[in-house]
């Protein structure tokens, strides 16, 4: 999959952004589903920020890897440490196409009952390359329990009883009724972007509806 969109595809984000007209809109029930999970832990922003952002994305997707690295840090900046915008990540492994997404997600997914998300997180992406290929994935992520600053028994107890399965199956069925069908899906205040763009159509489409929200009647 290309990094840029295809320049018509921008073009028609420039227009729609110039029109307040950003995201495609999709029923509301998408993002409801996706709030019946404990997020708070895969959460980061202020809570009072205006916009909510949900990534659907997937820890085996080599794009998803490359919204991390190239744009995720700008966001992080000019977005979530000013209070502009809040958020979330949302389970949507794609195990049709990556063997290994589902069980990397899964120990995300409990990392975030221990309070690690993020650095779960950060740990999946950079060394993707590393664990992507391999035949069973979990001897490489139990590796990492104790770097993480996990507690062993909690994560080996959320991985043997399912609790973890259970909970990356009810983010991807959200995921799949919000309209999302491939990875990185962003859910922003009513409508998707999905796939990925340069940081400029991001910068476009958040600062737009952050003025929305914000505009004083």
């Known amino acids: ?30 993002q409801a589903a996706a709030q019946t999970l404990p997020l708070t832990a895969r959460t980061k922003g202020s809570a009072n920020a205006p916009v909510t952002v949900y990534e659907m994305a997937d820890f085996q997707c ?16 000019e977005y979530i440490a000013t ?5 979330i990540y949302i389970m949507f492994p794609l195990t049709q196409i990556h063997a290994n997404a589902a069980a990397a997600a899964e120990f ?29 994935p979990a001897p490489f992520f139990q590796s990492k329990i104790g770097s993480l600053g996990l507690k062993a028994d909690a994560m080996t107890s959320c991985l043997t009883t399912g609790i973890g ?12 009724r919000s309209g ?11 409508g998707l972007m999905d796939r990925l763009y340069p940081i400029e159509v991001f910068r476009k489409v958040l600062d737009s509806i952050w003025a929305a929200k914000t505009k004083k009647s």
Not at 4 to 24: D, F, I
Not at 83 to 87: F, I, P, R, S
Not at 165 to 176: I, L, N, T
Request: glycine letters at 8%; proline letters at 5%.
């Open 1 to 30: 999959m290309s990094f840029a969109a295809p320049v018509s595809r921008v073009k028609q984000w420039h227009r729609l952004v110039a029109l307040g007209m950003v995201l495609t809109p999709i029923a509301a029930s998408g």
């Open 62 to 77: 080599p794009v998803c890897g490359r919204f991390v690295s190239e744009i995720w840090p700008t966001i992080e900046k």
């Open 83 to 87: 209070g502009k915008v809040k958020w």
């Open 108 to 136: 995300a997914t409990c990392a975030a009952l221990e309070g690690k998300f993020w650095q779960a997180h950060d740990m999946l992406y950079a060394n993707q390359e590393n664990w992507s290929a391999l035949k069973n």
């Open 165 to 176: 399965r259970a909970m990356v199956a009810d983010d991807a069925s959200g995921s799949e």
């Open 180 to 190: 999302a069908r491939g990875t990185p899906t962003f859910y922003i205040e009513g």
